[in-house]
């Protein structure tokens, strides 16, 4: 009998943890990041990704965000298939993430935090420092929006003369996150 009791305890004690850390996790798979070169062009050079992961642990501030490359989408069809095969070269290298954590960051405290970290795309790993994003806390739902500027040089992506003046030296990326408390279920 013992031996049960100390079986049930050992497995209360995982489950117990296990629902603990469950409860200060948050994501999302349907989050969306869009750039724009905010370029007045004929065609202008913009795309939406509405399928973005992402993970926040909200008691460590830590996050990561997941987006496959491919998944922008761009109004222009012969734009999209460039970007995928000549610029992001997505077959190569499928994804873009970040990984890092938000500075100075309180549970439960709606802010404008900064977010440090590293953001890789075309197989270019970039540190990123004191990226402010909104972050506002609602019930069981974590919202994390803002801009930021990347620099196309910065990935090494070569940009052939004939069309440099449409391409921008400088891409605004906009982010909106919407991260639910994960509840996982065993």
Aim: glycine share 4%; aromatic share 12%.
């Amino acid at each position: 009998m013992k031996k049960h009791g100390n079986l049930l305890c050992c497995l209360w004690i995982v489950l117990a943890t296990q629902s603990f850390y469950s409860q200060q996790r948050f994501l999302t798979r349907t989050g969306r990041i869009a750039f724009d070169s905010k370029l007045d062009t004929f065609v202008p050079v913009k795309a939406k990704n509405n399928s973005v992961s992402a993970i926040l642990n909200s008691k460590t501030g830590d996050i990561a965000v997941l987006a496959f490359v491919n998944a922008f989408n761009f109004k222009n069809a012969l734009m999209q298939e460039h970007f995928n095969e000549s610029y992001a070269e997505s077959d190569q290298f499928p994804k873009a993430t970040f990984t890092g954590s938000i500075a100075n960051f309180r549970p439960n405290s709606s802010n404008t935090y900064f977010f440090d970290g590293t953001l890789s795309f075309h197989g270019i790993q970039k540190s990123l420092r004191s990226i402010p994003l909104d972050v506002v806390f609602k019930e069981n739902i974590v919202q994390i929006s803002g801009e930021l500027s990347l620099y196309v040089a910065d990935f090494d992506i070569k940009v052939p003369k004939i069309i440099s003046r449409k391409i921008p030296e400088k891409i605004f990326v906009s982010i909106d996150l919407s991260l639910e408390k994960a509840n996982k279920k065993f």
